[in-house]
């Protein structure tokens, strides 16, 4: 089922994955007021009647590159090597300050003043957040049945988010090394 | 000097107060791209020519109203009382979870996008940083001539942060509470 495609739909796939990409540099770029449907199509190189083909609102459209933001940090942190606890929380606060945490926050933004965008973000963030905090246990040998670990994580990823933001308007890492190198032994001793 | 007031000045400085908290209510609510100068100027109640008097143009009127919320942001946390680490923590997060953590998360997400707002921004967001910082010291009565302790009062600040943006789609109030008393313990051992 599926694994077979012709020529035709593996182009359909590319120009969908294109539009994607290209709707999430906009938004990270433009922010939500400065993306619509048509400064996507020509980021991506498409047609405006192509892209309405593939996602016929805007909504449908960032709707689907949040989604796409979501599987992409979701299938970055699967990849991770298994490794030591410090290397972990920096690898997990690099999902943070990219483009793709970027874009996520722009839509995340306007999505608490756009009664159309937000309970599909809304239930998109807490899929996310969850798979997110599942992976995170999972790659810190965090046992959730002792009291407090789970909080301990959580808090962890609620740091990360925190330092994304604070990495939007200026250049941050150096701060945050040094901040991620000390909750990392901290959380290491929690996490025993 | 300028402790007498004409009931002239009393009512421009009226004014211009309601004219700030309109702009901070406004921005929280429609989000950079719904507040104009008109907007603001209706619901603080005010003609437009008289917002236009007391801030020329748009960026004046919400660098105003960033100030404005970046001054209450430091006098909330200055008017703290002495109270234990546990009590200190949950009041500091407490900053990042209303209009005003909302409104400035609004200006934060468009300065990221808008030229004109972005250095005026950055500068400011620098010096409330330093300052929420300097205020977060003292409170929580931690020694910064020891190793780590200023990164730990950094990363507790870049929590917050996150746990306010967290809370900005859903109410996030009851999983925050276990967060903060989870991490409350574990900056406790940490600052000794």
């Known amino acids: 089922m599926g694994a077979v495609t012709t020529p035709k739909q593996d182009r ?31 980021h991506a190189g498409v047609s405006r009647g192509a ?6 609102t805007r909504e449908d459209l960032f709707t689907g590159a949040v989604e796409y933001v979501a599987e992409e940090r979701s299938a970055a942190l699967r990849a991770l090597p298994v490794q030591g606890r410090t290397a972990v929380v920096a690898a997990l606060v690099d999902l943070y300050t990219g483009p793709l945490f970027r874009a996520a926050l722009q839509l995340w933004v306007a999505a608490s003043n756009e009664a159309q965008l937000r309970p599909r973000v809304t239930e998109l963030e ?18 959730e049945t002792r009291p407090g670990v789970r909080e301990t994580v959580q808090g962890l990823l609620d740091m990360a988010r925190g330092l994304g933001l604070a990495n939007v308007l200026t250049d941050d890492t150096a701060r945050r090394r040094r901040v991620v190198a000390q909750w990392a032994r901290l959380l290491d001793e929690a996490l025993g």
Chains 1, 2 share one sequence.
Do not use: K
């Not at 892209?51 to 016929?56: D, K, S």
């Not at 807490?126 to 046992?143: F, M, N, P, Q, Y």
């Open 12 to 42: 359909s796939r590319a120009t969908r994955q294109r539009l994607l990409e290209s709707a999430v540099a906009c938004l990270a770029e433009h922010g939500w007021a400065g993306s619509t449907v048509t400064v996507v199509a020509e």
């Open 126 to 143: 807490a899929r996310v957040g969850r798979e997110t905090h599942r992976i995170a246990v999972e790659l810190l040998r965090a046992d």
């Open 51 to 56: 892209a309405q083909h593939h996602f016929p």
